[in-house]
């Protein structure tokens, strides 16, 4: 661990929602509405609030999508309060949802969004073996630029690469 404190992760509830939603505006160029935070609470260990020190830094939103005849996990937001980045903070959110895709074995991906000028972000996603799989045009409505690239970490063929170093 780099950092030289206390580092956990907390549930959201509605007690705390609006530090979540206080974060988001403070880390995010984009705007959730109030049908996000309510749905978030209803998302369980997909959404967690991080704190270091016990003050609340960052935080992850995830939601399950199914599409393409997929099970996804979408990371809808993870950030950290710009004073406390490269403390680790990001990488315990990161490894939060991937113990739980590891837990649940049923996701085919982890996929999110991001703005194709954000170099940290697309760095950070890499190092936990995300790829960019997309590029699409004008997904941000009211930014710039407004493309965005997928990045996305395959789940199922790290598994079926395991068995196939199996066989004959």
């Known amino acids: 661990m780099k950092s ?3 580092i956990e992760l907390g549930e959201v509830t509605v007690h705390n929602i609006k530090q979540l939603k206080r974060i988001n505006e403070v880390v995010f160029p984009v705007v ?9 609470l209803e998302v369980g260990e997909l959404a967690k609030l991080a704190y270091f020190n016990d003050i609340v ?3 992850v939103c995830c939601r399950e999508d199914r599409s ?3 099970r996804r996990l979408y990371i809808m937001t993870l950030g950290c309060l710009a004073p406390y980045r490269r403390l680790g903070i990001g990488s315990i959110m990161v490894e939060h949802i991937l113990n739980i895709c590891q ?3 049923n996701y085919d991906n982890v996929f ?3 703005q194709i000028n954000n170099e940290g972000a697309i760095k950070f ?5 995300f790829e960019i799989v997309e590029q699409k045009e004008n997904y941000y409505k009211k930014i710039e630029p407004a493309d965005a690239f997928v990045l ?3 789940l199922k063929t790290q598994k079926s690469t395991d068995t196939d170093s199996c066989s004959p």
């Open 4 to 6: 030289r404190g206390s």
């Open 32 to 40: 959730y509405n109030d049908k996000f935070y309510k749905d978030i």
């Open 112 to 114: 999110l969004h991001v």
């Open 125 to 129: 996603y890499e190092k936990f073996g």
């Open 152 to 154: 996305q970490k395959d």
């Open 68 to 70: 393409n005849g997929q």
């Open 57 to 59: 830094v960052g935080a």
């Open 103 to 105: 837990r649940d074995a």
